[in-house]
């Protein structure tokens, strides 16, 4: 942090805060200096308070600045020579230089300065007061940085966009990119903004000398859609961002939560969740953490308040089992350890039949779904998540849980794509509407054990361009989900509808931990053939040079060293073709290999050839 320098007084009332005092100048180039002080929360029957509040990015902390803060005194007045130096990050600089007036003073919310960032504690009280500040400030002011990439240009063509939306005028293609550029900055992929744009009764939003208000922001964004070529990460961070600040002037009053702070209830924990776990942090606990105050849930039991003592891991676990219930299995894998494995009793409900794509505008999006034992089509309506929902996918109800999980078949896992998901009320039938199904959990038979996989490490950019996920996650949860959804519960020999077995599949893969697991089972058909290439899983391993994977198998002494899969090439012809010199001498070194083998197209030409030039 870059307060190491700074002496912070503790706040010892309960809904204190500091509030920075901006002192002015009427030289643009003069240093910064400013002033903290305590402020009490707890005034009642004010609406908002005499204060702004800051929502920006800190930025590098490379190239740092200094600003001056006096140490206050109410009786002598602000300007007293006594204070320290504070270093700020460059873009924090550069908003306290273009929030400065030059006549009066001005008192804002700055958490980088409000907050001592060197004590948890302090940290964790604060986050909690967080919807209070922003939800109670006069105003939000939205700081996107200096002005750059025609930045200028881009609020002025938003301003003229938003105004007119009927009459908008020919946009060219150099004013589509610096809106464009705009929308990438930092400040839309930021977590903690949801939160302060959430809150805030009225925003303005400056970008170097420019500004412009929220909602005339927003209105103009959204009728540059036409204009501006569809980039999935960027439309789900505008979108996230914008339809939070179009809210702000039709907001209400607070509400207190049932732990007594304060909560904007905007939806349960897991739909906030879904749609904005993408968006960055600085430390990955904010990623649960910024999302709490505009959560409808109870989480006076749930161990999620802002504790930065807890290991990350273990606040994923929580957080899981808050939304899914505490009769599921838990496990946190990865390199990072934001990879969680679910396992738990489920059953499907239904199929996605058919996914809708939602505008930008909108904050849901529609999606059509087939359930089991019931007339027509049911509407899901989803927060904009974050990984969109295919043709499909599955609709589960996992044990212990009143929420739908939407999940999807990626050959070696189930992999999550809504965690905790609400169905609406109604559903469309061919002559009307009838009531939805319920998702009372008498009557239902959870026969299915799945592993599914909940990916915290997949960006939103992989998610938008992966076709193939095949990342190793570990022993249990490769094989595990291979058993499917609709009952069948032995997942060493079933093909999977990527037609492969568990072992072939591992065996192409080299996963030598998962063949090892496999090769334990007494009753595993070490020769079976996939059915669409006739493979077997030595085949697999072969063509790929899988040396560990070819020796574990060999060892076995129960391969057929000889088979030829539908086009009649043997585990040796493959070898040979894909050039894996040491493979082929570890198959003839076994015995029953047949050298004269032929297949579909050819002799033995290029096992020949290889022999030949290794000297074998």
Not at 19 to 27: A, F, Q, T
Not at 141 to 151: F, P
Request: proline residues 3%; neutral net charge; aromatic residues 8%.
């Amino acid at each position: 942090m870059y307060q190491l320098n700074m002496q912070f007084k503790v706040i010892l009332l309960l809904d204190s805060i500091r509030l920075l005092r901006l002192l002015p100048s009427e030289d643009k180039t003069a240093p910064i200096q400013c002033e903290l002080f305590h402020y009490s929360l707890q005034e009642s029957g004010r609406r908002t308070h005499p204060y702004e509040a800051l929502s920006y990015v800190w930025g590098s902390l490379d190239n740092l600045h200094s600003v001056f803060i006096h140490e206050h005194n109410p009786k002598s007045g602000y300007g007293s020579t006594s204070g320290n130096d504070l270093s700020v990050t460059r873009n924090l600089h550069a908003a306290l230089i273009r929030l400065r007036y030059p006549l009066f003073e001005r008192i804002i919310c700055i958490d980088a300065v409000c907050i001592n960032q060197n004590n948890d504690k302090e940290k964790e009280q604060q986050i909690q007061f967080m919807v209070k500040i922003y939800g109670l400030a006069n105003r939000v002011i939205v700081w996107l940085g200096d002005a750059a990439e025609d930045s200028d240009q881009a609020l002025h063509w938003i301003r003229v966009a938003g105004g007119n939306k009927s009459k908008i005028p020919p946009i060219n293609e150099a004013v589509q990119e610096a809106v464009i550029a705009l929308l990438q900055r930092p400040w839309f992929r930021r977590i903690w903004v949801l939160q302060e744009v959430a809150a805030a009764r009225h925003i303005l939003i400056m970008c170097g000398p420019t500004e412009i208000d929220g909602y005339a922001f927003c209105l103009g964004v959204d009728s540059f859609q036409v204009f501006v070529n569809p980039h999935a990460p960027l439309q789900h961070f505008a979108r996230s961002t914008t339809y939070l600040i179009r809210g702000a002037i039709f907001r209400s009053e607070l509400s207190m939560g049932r732990s007594g702070s304060s909560s904007l209830g905007i939806c349960p924990l897991g739909e906030l969740v879904d749609m904005y776990r993408a968006h960055e942090a600085t430390k990955c606990h904010d990623r649960v953490f910024a999302l709490l105050g505009m959560s409808s849930d109870d989480l006076t039991k749930s161990k999620l308040l802002p504790d930065y003592s807890v290991p990350w891991e273990e606040l994923l676990e929580r957080l899981t089992k808050h939304l899914l219930g505490k009769e599921i299995s838990v496990e946190i894998r990865g390199v990072d350890r934001e990879i969680v494995v679910i396992r738990s009793k489920g059953c499907v409900l239904g199929t996605v039949l058919l996914e809708q794509k939602y505008s930008i505008q909108a904050e849901r999006e529609s999606v059509d779904v087939i359930f089991r034992n019931e007339k027509g089509i049911t509407h899901l309506a989803l927060l904009g998540s974050a990984r969109s929902v295919r043709d499909g996918d599955l609709i589960c109800l996992l044990q212990g849980t009143s929420s739908l999980t939407i999940i999807r078949d990626c050959c070696d896992h189930f992999e999550v794509i809504g965690i905790a998901v609400r169905l609406v009320e109604k559903a469309l039938v061919s002559d009307g509407y009838v009531d939805g199904p319920k998702l009372s959990q008498s009557g239902i038979q959870f026969i299915h054990n799945l592993t599914l996989i909940w990916d915290w490490e997949m960006t939103l950019e992989r998610s938008q361009h992966s076709k193939g996920y095949h990342r190793v996650l570990g022993l249990q949860a490769a094989i595990q989900g291979y058993q499917t959804a609709f009952g069948i519960q032995h997942p060493y020999t079933l093909e999977d509808r990527c037609d492969m077995t568990p072992l072939s599949w591992a065996a192409e893969n080299g996963h030598v931990s998962v063949v090892h697991l496999l090769l334990a089972k007494d009753d595993s058909d070490l020769n079976l053939k996939d059915s669409r290439l006739g493979r077997t899983p030595l085949s697999w391993a072969v063509g790929r040079g899988h040396e560990t994977v070819v020796k574990l198998l060999l060892q076995t002494g129960q391969v057929d060293v000889n088979s030829k899969d539908k086009s009649g090439q043997t585990p040796l012809l493959w070898a040979a073709r894909e050039g894996h010199e040491t493979v082929v001498k570890l198959l003839l070194q076994a015995s029953k290999v047949d050298v004269n083998s032929k297949d579909g197209w050819a002799a033995n030409e290029a096992t020949v050839k290889l022999l030949q030039s290794s000297n074998i």
